[in-house]
């Protein structure tokens, strides 16, 4: 049997995917109990227990998810998305010989992936430098939509045939927390988190040793006019501020900006606000304030970005 990339969430026993139960061995637990995960019809497995659970719906509303989609689909952050592929290229691309000498997988987990716009895109770039994403977020409004758009595109864990001549990225959709990931220690080749939380412990042990990890934060200035619309008081963005908790375990290798101006219609507007925080922080009147402005002209803004490229430190 293959060495089991995932780890059950409740005892951390190998645990071995299936098209229709996932299920772990239970040779960890203390009384060798198996625990079961069925795989959900749009082909997500939903690994969060519920003592992981914060809130009865944790993560995304299908509102924010929605309104993502549409914001995104239309190419808004398409810039981000582009520089975040091409990171990954470069950084895997120098690995993979040396990996398909050794008969390894190339592994990459994508947390906080929410409906797969990124992820999408990294599993463009194919077999020759990623075999599987592991596409992971704590909101399952999110896996479902990233599910059926992977399983539309015969991209799904399940859906690959061992015999098929030509082998493409797998994705593997996952309900679960970025805390508690349910994956074998060192399993992992890289790791993007775009605008996501940032766990130095939890991402260098699923990490290879020397592994990557690209983070993705809105850089300063970013949506400066649209929240200078819509709060009194504005906070400018502390990008750089998780470096520091990070320095232990792993080492900068770069930093990249990309910016992009856009001009919006209310409609847009109204999708960039429900999905950001500030559809919940900003006060609702000032909300439709800046709306009913936008229905008579388009609002100008621009989204300014910072991507960190990281290597795990080899002794962590």
Not at 125 to 144: C, F, Q, R
Not at 209 to 218: E, M, R, T, V
């Amino acid at each position: 049997m293959l060495v089991s990339l995932f780890i059950c969430p409740l005892c951390q026993s190998p645990m071995q995917p299936a098209p229709d139960t996932w299920r772990c061995d239970g040779s960890l637990h203390p009384k060798q109990t198996s625990h079961p995960f069925d795989v959900a019809r749009q082909g997500y497995v939903n690994l969060l227990p519920v003592q992981q659970k914060k809130s009865k719906s944790p993560g995304d509303s299908q509102a924010s998810i929605e309104a993502r989609k549409r914001f995104l689909n239309a190419g808004h952050y398409e810039k981000l998305q582009t520089l975040i592929v091409q990171q990954m290229q470069q950084l895997l691309a120098q690995d993979k010989p040396v990996a398909k000498k050794n008969n390894q997988s190339t592994n990459w987990l994508d947390i906080g992936c929410g409906e797969g716009y990124y992820t999408q895109a990294m599993a463009q770039m194919g077999s020759d430098i990623i075999d599987t994403l592991i596409a992971a977020d704590i909101s399952k409004p999110a896996l479902v939509e990233l599910a059926k758009v992977s399983k539309t595109a015969g991209k799904l864990w399940y859906q690959q045939s061992k015999e098929a001549s030509t082998k493409t990225t797998i994705i593997y959709p996952l309900v679960t927390s970025a805390a508690h990931l349910p994956l074998r220690a060192r399993s992992v080749k890289g790791i993007s988190s775009i605008f996501s939380p940032i766990l130095p412990q939890a991402f260098a042990e699923v990490l290879t040793d020397n592994g990557y990890l690209i983070i993705a934060k809105p850089d300063a200035g970013h949506l400066a006019s649209m929240r200078e619309a819509l709060f009194d008081d504005v906070r400018e963005h502390d990008s750089d501020k998780f470096l520091q908790e990070l320095s232990p375990k792993f080492t900068l290798i770069e930093t990249h900006r990309v910016s992009a101006a856009m001009s919006l219609s209310a409609s847009e507007l109204a999708d960039l606000m429900t999905m950001t925080p500030y559809a919940y922080r900003a006060k609702s009147e000032k909300r439709q304030v800046l709306l009913e402005a936008v229905e008579k002209e388009a609002f100008n803004t621009e989204a300014r970005f910072i991507v960190y490229v990281l290597q795990k430190a080899s002794d962590s």
